[in-house]
């Protein structure tokens, strides 16, 4: 297992090194958030290959890597639709004191990676420990709904934000109707369905701190409350959306007074 915890640490590196060049080179670097997706399917496959004869671990890399590469793919054509640095990491590189690219590198890039590789500890014990039963069922179905929920999120989000008349508007129908993030949501769902798989063996259960964090992560600090502080002040209507819609976990809408 350490070998496996120092290869997965050693290559997810690796790809956040490598997407630091890029944006060090190009003076922008939204591009790491393609390398978040990226990078978790570099630690499964690496998880995989040192174990080649366990099932188990092929599973959970190929559902980690469908995850990671449709990730990857959605955000880099976002990015290729709006040119210029994402207003986020425009925002953090703006505190700098001393040179950007180097504190890009420890506050954005060497962050992420520690992030992402503890996030990922349930892929990498899985491969490992976690037997493939009919339990597996069970992980591979929360997986799939949430995969379902950010796929299908983003490509209704896509379609509205594609259209010029929904310009200000606000997207409160099909997925969106029963959750302000169905996306973030879906996200969750992804790492608790792999943590449920690695749940399979009880080492699994010491890394449920993994889709915790990952959870707090989207729903608490850097997903929901960040995109929510940018519309509240530029869509004329979300403070009602708000009001009738879940923050996060799928429900139907509120009914409102009038």
């Not at 409350?225 to 530029?234: F, I, S, V, W, Y």
Request: hydrophobic share 50%; with cysteine; charged share 15%.
């Amino acid at each position: 297992m350490i070998a496996v915890l120092l290869s997965t640490a050693v290559v997810s590196l690796a790809v956040l090194l490598i997407a630091f060049a890029i944006g060090a080179a190009k003076d922008e670097h939204k591009g790491v958030d393609v390398a978040w997706g990226l990078g978790f399917a570099s630690v499964a496959v690496t998880a995989a290959a040192l174990e080649p004869d366990r099932p188990m671990a092929w599973l959970v890399a190929a559902l980690t890597v469908i995850w990671g590469v449709r990730l990857a793919v959605h955000i880099g054509r976002r990015g290729a639709r709006h040119p210029g640095e994402d207003p986020r990491y425009a925002e953090l590189l703006g505190r700098a004191k001393g040179s950007r690219t180097w504190y890009a590198l420890r506050s954005v890039y060497l962050l992420q990676w520690i992030s992402l590789w503890f996030v990922s500890l349930p892929v990498q014990v899985a491969a490992h420990y976690a037997p493939l039963n009919a339990f597996a069922v069970i992980g591979v179905a929360i997986w799939a709904v949430g995969l379902f929920f950010e796929a299908v999120g983003d490509a209704q989000l896509d379609r509205f934000r594609a259209d010029p008349a929904s310009k200000g508007k606000v997207l409160d129908s099909g997925l969106w109707r029963y959750t302000r993030h169905p996306n973030y949501f879906g996200d969750a769902c992804v790492w608790w369905g792999l943590f449920a798989l690695a749940a399979l063996h009880w080492t699994g259960w010491l890394t449920v701190l993994s889709p915790m964090l990952m959870t707090w992560f989207l729903a608490r600090k850097t997903g929901k409350p960040l995109m929510e502080k940018h519309l509240t002040g530029t869509r004329p209507g979300y403070a009602g959306y708000v009001a009738r819609t879940s923050g996060f976990v799928p429900r139907p809408p509120r009914r409102l007074p009038g």
